[in-house]
């Protein structure tokens, strides 16, 4: 199995950034599409952003294009979210996801999540 471990989340002031980091044990991740989704009070969980086992291409919602980055160092078992020029509406719980195959944006085809962090963004 792959267990996903979330870091790197906190309270930031509007405009600020914040780098997630996802970081995978029991098995590599290398081989899976990766995936970051959010989760505010009330609403259903979010599509942020994914990732080809390749790195290459990257897919991001609307809401966050432009503005946020999802890498990934395989041989580190790793990836991140650079989160730029952050807003109030940002403000979420942050879960990684791993599958085999290719990328999703739907939550429900991920095969593996991370307990999630949270991310806090203040006016």
């Known amino acids: 199995q792959v267990r996903l471990v979330e870091s790197g989340g906190g309270l930031v002031q509007a405009g600020g950034s914040l780098r997630l980091s996802c970081t995978g044990s029991g098995r590599t991740f290398s081989g899976y599409a990766m995936g970051w989704f959010r989760q505010a009070p009330g609403k259903e969980r979010e599509f942020v952003a994914a990732?080809?086992?390749?790195?290459?291409?990257?897919y991001y919602s609307d809401a966050v294009k432009g503005r946020f980055t999802m890498s990934r160092d395989n041989a580190k078992n790793t990836v991140y979210l650079q989160m730029n020029v952050l807003k109030p509406q940002d403000t979420a719980v942050y879960y990684c996801?791993?599958?085999?195959?290719?990328?999703?944006?739907?939550?429900?085809?991920?095969?593996?999540w991370g307990q999630g962090t949270q991310v806090t963004v203040s006016s």
């Open positions: 996801a791993a599958k085999g195959g290719g990328w999703s944006d739907q939550a429900a085809v991920y095969e593996f």
């Open positions: 990732i080809t086992w390749i790195g290459s291409p990257t």
